[in-house]
Each structure stands twice: as structure tokens, then as C-alpha cells.
């Protein structure tokens, strides 16, 4: 991008988010036309042209000119909301973004408006203009306003005129007028260029409280008050703009909009370095709970334990300031579902579900791109056409399901169809023609599963433009990895898939069980422990090479982290087992001894060990040390494994 | 606490007021800092070298290659441990009174990285003028080529300056077997 002035980077910025809610805007006109949208579509699109000549985007405010055009006739009732119309003011969205990434008025921009699909895209909006669409009014349901108008007493020597005013209100609706004549004073004091009077309309219509509002747009000084009869979902009244005196007029205060003005907006490098320095709090704090603990002086104590309550109330306010509702991804695929369904012949419904729930911003911008690739798919090979859908008794629509949820410390994203479910054989062929098993080879439909993952794996017949590339799913899955999360799927013939993503709450810091195995400490992140209990040490030595432990009534496989970090077995004589809940399972993990709970701030594992598995990263312990943190998921995985493994064996 | 060790530096220092005569005399003109590995004396190019600490608590990282067995804390940064004895092959040795971890800072798969290993001792900082450099004698040398410079006389005796752009990366060279 190019470089900019601070006020036009604002305006970029701020352009970029209103052609985000044009994008929502005209997805929800597109399902539920109603005169409110219509309305935040125009102001939108106003609002953009506006800023643009004023910040040196003129050719860009020229191209939106047409789309405003349009969508002012479809407020004033003159054309009506057609799909037509809906795409082509998508497309025009998507290349005013482009405009946006110009920076300004230049030769890119230009050469951008006056290329051949911008072209196409004004004859495809003229078509849509005149497409002899029956103009059919909006039907919106008629509402019920309230309004109280008292115009300032000096507003008549300003040339206001609020006869006209009421004239155009009543103009809007069903009006009922009443006029509050009581302040009128006696003749002999009775000024003409004053106003006394005062207004009360009941007004039943169907317009939106904003055209309400514009009636009375110049009447700045008047006391206005606007409020909906019956329901609160319009909003709260106005705040009052009345006058102290009859002489002297205070200023309206300006307007205020609930999400604006208490907010403030941080770029994330500055959120990244401030929790780049909390880290380092948490180190040294953990470095002065270990010097405080080896003097032993009461006092110290007492200081040291406030500041641990306060550097961990720090870092929870920090990461809960780059928390994000995923909401803010899940609502991009509107746009995708809505596009690739259109260009495949499916019919297609996007349900999502936990939306508001929250996930550290880094995860989120790197999420996008995988959950992309994951709807691509079910679209492209779960979901089936509406034919074959209705031949195999299905309704005909698909439905896609987008979902969230927090559990113990992980965010589970799941993408859900009731497409045609995997194709385990031809996924077997496919997976025996590229070398990946052998014909032999005996393997379970839930492993056969998983083979999508692989790299360069694709079982589409032909690649349409949409997937099939065999890139996808390998993508999905390194990218989750990269975030420290694992993928899951389920899929049932004709019924349907579900991939599951769990992935960490943040990657920055944990909270940490702290282990000693062996001479060298690990860290078990405490969200992923369930419990901890005695390790029965006959349990280990049993010939049978059991690797089960019964926890109360629950038989649980276990790990013995000696083995798995390949170190010397010790002559402990109590050894303890960590209970952990990874990816569904439970798993105990041996160790030597439990050494305490930490804060721990991850740091990433370099190029020479981040290939190695069993290690989600490393971290600095109070005394300075490095402590590696265990990747729970995997030796879970692995614990189960050997556990199959000897199952089979028997 | 790791801190920096005082005679090296303080040469280092004193080359590096000198470095300006040298720049001009020749282009080729290096700084290399000397150290030594199972009596061998080593160079490394100076400005490579971020720092020379006293050892530290090393902390093994199980399953991981013989050139990256350990990681270490420098200054509140976790900083893998090369051996690099095991990529020169030559025979593993246990830390005396005179080792030191030296710290550099190196490109690996275009990512500034910061690493260390663990040398035998830490002598001076020399001049080299990479033109007079010679090349390895084939034979009674156990180091492959890919990782070696060349070598150089020095008034101490030989001196292998070591090839950074390849001894640090994390794969073995594909021609170091030959």
C-alpha cells in the first residue's frame, strides 16, 4: 500500500470497515428486504462517496456515485430490491476495497476504473436498473412514532418555517397533530418573531426512524424528541436538545452512537508488544516468587504475593483486549457460501452458532483461510446438488453449519454438512495410488478419514475452480498445527461431515502444571489436566505390559513421560500420574514428582527442534532455566496408539 | 546471570577501533573471532557474534538431533545449543574450566536466528585477509569441506575459519559425507 497521510489511513481504515457491513447489509437486504437496510445500504454507500472526494478518492467516489443513485430510488419506493441488483452491487463492493488499496486517486486507481470488468459492472447495474421489474413497494411493517417538537424561540428570525416541517411529517404517514399553544403569552407581550408554540404528532408509518429524523434535520436548535410507541428495538430516544433560557440556545450535543466513542482503535503490533513485555513480567515475577521463597521473610511475601495477583490480573485484561468474537470470520462466509452456491447450482443455508464466542486475535486472523478451505469443500464435494439431493429423500436445500465453543481451555470450531458424507474407497483408491498405504493394508474408516490430510490428497474426479487441487485440506491442517491445535472428522455415508478444529484459547501464555521428570522440569498446560493422582508403581512393572490405569471406574491408558522424553528411569519410589483431557481422550502422564503451577509464557521452538514432536514450545522458569512444554494432544495421541496397538496384538 | 566475559570482548573491542585502517587497506580485510574445539583453533566472523557468556544451565530437549541437543536462556530468550563438534565429527568432549557458550545471530530459512554453542575456550580477535586464505589439506582433517573456509597461518599456528552460511544450518550439507 501506499504510503498516507494519518487522516486519509483513518479514512481507509474506517472505509474498509463500513464496505464490511455493505457486505452484511445487502446479504441480509437479499434474504429480508426491509426499509431499514435499504437505508443503512444508502448512507453506507453515501458515506463512502462523501469521504472519498473529500480525501482524494474522486475516482472511486465517481464508480460509487451510481450504486448510491441506485439505492437512493430503492429507498424512495422507485425500484425494487432484485438479486440482480444485490450481485452487482457485491462485485462493485469488492472492487471499491480494491480502490481502497490504491490509496488515492492515481494512475492504478484509473486504470482500475476504466478496466473491463468495472465496465461491465456499470452495464450490469444499468441492466439491473432497468430490468422492468414491477416496482413493488417495500413492505414493512407501519410502526407507531411519537413526536414532540418545539422549535427554538428564536428559530422563526432564522427562517424556519415549522408549518413545513410538520407538513412533511405528516406527509410520511398517518398523522395525528396537536398543537401545545400554552406558552403563547398574552397580545400586548407578544412578540411575532418569536416562536411559542409547540408540536405533538402521532405518526404511523412505515419509514424508518432516520427518515423521521431528516424531516427535522436543519431544526438543530429545536427540542425534539422521537420515540417509538410500542417495542424498544428502534433504539432509545434521542438525547433532549433543549435550550436553558429563551434567549440564549446551547449547542446539540453531538449525536452519540453506542459502539463509537468509548472505543479506541490499537493497531495489534502495539497489543503484540505489550504482551511481548508482560512475558517477560510473568518471568521475572516467577524469578522474584523463587528469591522471596528462598529468604523466607514474611513481609517480602506479602509484596510479592500482591504483585502476582496484580501481573495476573494484568495479563487476563491484556488477552481478553485481543480476544475477538469469531463472529467477525464467521460472517465473511456469508459471502463465500452465498458465491459458491450460486456458482455450483446448490442450494445451500449457512447456519452459525456461537458467534460471540471469543478467540485471541492472532488465532482468528490465521483461522480465516483454513475455515475457507473447509466450506469449500463441503460445498464442493459434500453437499450434493438439489436433484440428487430430493432423489435420496433429503430436502433440497444443504445446509452448512458453522459452530464455536470454548472447553477446558480450547476453542472447538466445527463445519458441519449433510452433504453425501467422505467416500471411505475412493479415498482408499486414491490414497493406494498415491503410495500413502498399501493394498494390504488394514485401516479403520476413521483413519481412512484422516487421509484427506494429506499432503497433495484430493478425491474429486475433475478440479473445478473451487477445490479439488488437493492443497486445501493439507492447508487446513498446518495451519492448525502451526497454531498448536488438532483437526477431527466425522463423516457418515449420506448423512453428512463434521471437521472439528480445537485450537488453544491464546498462544501467548498458559497456565502451567509443573513437572519434574526425570532430572529436567516440563510443563503440562493446566488446562488440559484433569487431575492428578498416586502412580501405583506395581502397575508399571506388570508383565503383561498393560498400559492401563484404573481411575475409579474408568479405565485410562497412560504415558510414562521417562519413556517418552527417552531419560533415565530413577529410583523414585512415589511417582504420580497427571490425568490430561486431549482431543476427546484421557491420558495419564508418569512423572517423577509435581513441582507447583506456573504462569507460563510460551515461547516458539526454533528451526532446529520445532519438527520435533512432543513439544508444544518452550519456556523460562523463575530460576532462570529453560522448561520444555509438553504437547499434550500428541502424547495422548500416541498413548492411545500403542494402546491399539497392543489390543490388536493380543 | 549470564555476563560477558572480559578478555575477548575487550580485544574485540580494541580490533574494532582499528577496523576503519583495515577496511581501506583491503576489501577483503575480515575480522574473525578465534576459539578453540579439541585444541583446533576455529574462526568465526566477528560481526556474526553476539556474545560470549559463561556456561549456563543447559536444558536437554529429548529426541532432538546431536547438533541441537540443548536450549539455553540467553537474557530471557530461549536459544538452541549446537553442537558443533558433532557436525565437524570430531570426538565429543565434556566442558572444561575455559569453556564458553558463544552466542551468534545467523539467517536460517530467511529468519534472523539467534543460536550458541559450547566452545572449549574463547582466545582473540584476528584479521584475516580472505585472500590469503588456503585451502584444506584433503588428507588428516576430520571436518568436511562444505563447513570450512579455509585456512589460515596465524602466529599461533593454523587457523579453520569456518563457513557460516553453512555450518549453522539445521540439516546436515548434503555434501558433507564426502
Redesign the interface.
Known sequence: MVDLSPAVTAYVQESRDILEGLEEALLDLEKRPDPETVDAVFRSLHTLKGGGAMFGFRLMAGFIHHFEDAFDRVRSGDLAISPKLINVVLKARDQMMAMLDCGGDGPETAALVTSAPLVALLTELDAALDNGVPLTPLVAPTRLWHISFRPAATALQNGMRPDRLIEELVALGQAVVTINAEDVPPLDSFDPSVSYLAWQVALTTAQPRSALEAVFIFADDADLDIHEVEGEASGSPQPDQREDKPTETVAAPPQKHDTAGDSVRVSSAKLDEILDQLG?LV?AQARLRQISNSIDEPALEGLVEEVERLVTGLRDATLSVRMLPIEMVFGKFRRVVRDLSAELGKEIELETQGGDTEIDKNVLDRLSEPLVHMIRNSIDHGIELPQERSASGKPAKGRLRLSARQEAGEILISIEDDGKGLDAEAIRKKAVDRGLISTEDEISTAELHKLIFAPGFSTAATVSSVSGRGVGMDAVLTTVSALRGSVDVKSYPGQGTRVTLRLPLTLAIIDGLLVRVGA?SYVIPLASVEECVEFDSIEHGRESGRTMLQIREHLVPFIDLID????LPGHEQRRRVVIVKAEGVRVGLVVDDILGQNQTVI?S?????GG????AG???LGN?????IADVGLLARRAWAAQEHLRNAA | ?PHKKGDPMDMQQTSRTQSPQIAATSETAEMALIMRLSGEAFGLPVPMVNEIIDP??I???????A??PG???VR?????L?DLRHRLRMAPAAPGATARIVVVETT??D?P?R?AFLADAVEEVIDVELGKLEPVPKLGAPWPDTYVLGVLRHTKGLVVLLNASTLFQ?EPSPTANA
Open positions: 517477560e518471568i529436567a517418552a522424553f527417552d531419560d515461547k521452538l526454533g528451526p532446529y527442534h520435533l514432536e512432543g513439544f518452550a519456556t523460562i532462570g532455566s529453560v522448561a520444555l | 546471570m549456563i544451565q536444558t536437554r530437549v529429548p529426541n532432538a538431533s547438533f541441537a536450549l539455553i536462556n530471557g530468550a530461549v536459544v538452541p549446537l536460517i530459512k529468519t536466528t543460536l539445521p
